[in-house]
């Protein structure tokens, strides 16, 4: 199992096992390893990313940690992180990010994204892209805090990047 972990958050990689189980049965994935269930998880956007990373995951375990991560406190399943893009020709991945309501407000967000993307320029990645709407003011501070520069504004969603700083 991948594990991220700071003194109140751990990330947690979804592996082959959790994502199949999270498929078919969301209420033994929450007995086995010992999580709350709650209505929050997983969100539309996990269950609609699990079958197309779990395909990948099948195929190359090394995909793993480049999809779907859960956000775990002490007791709860907090919110989920989701890569996709990976472009190994240029080593970037976008990064997407939900803490769940119930947890908002209290820097979880940036705590996780900040872990996360240490964990990926510890893996080749030079670049993290991420977006958000334009009127998101925590998410757009959450990525500001986290390291991410504005890059440019597509339709209403602001873009940002981060670059691996070995690099620059």
């Known amino acids: 199992m991948l594990l991220l972990k700071n003194s109140r958050i751990v990330l947690i990689a979804i592996d082959l096992k959790m994502g ?13 390893y010992n999580i709350p269930l709650r209505n929050q998880f997983p969100s539309n956007g996990l269950r609609s990313l699990l079958p197309y990373y779990l395909e990948r995951l099948d195929n190359n375990n ?35 990010y939900n803490i769940y309501p119930l947890f908002r407000g209290n820097g979880y967000a940036s705590e996780a994204v900040f872990m996360l993307c240490d964990w990926l320029f510890n893996q080749n990645v030079t670049v993290v892209t991420a977006s958000c709407d334009i009127k998101n003011a925590p998410s757009i501070k959450v990525l500001k805090n986290s390291g991410f520069r504005n890059i440019g504004l597509e339709k ?6 981060k670059r691996c700083s070995k690099n620059e």
């Open 20 to 32: 199949q189980l999270l498929l078919n049965n969301r209420e033994e994935f929450h007995k086995i």
């Open 62 to 96: 090394d995909e793993l940690g480049f999809g779907p991560w859960l956000v775990k406190d002490k007791y709860h399943i907090i919110g989920e992180l989701g890569l996709k893009n990976f472009l190994s020709v240029n080593n970037t991945v976008d990064l997407g």
């Open 156 to 161: 209403n969603f602001i873009l940002f990047e």
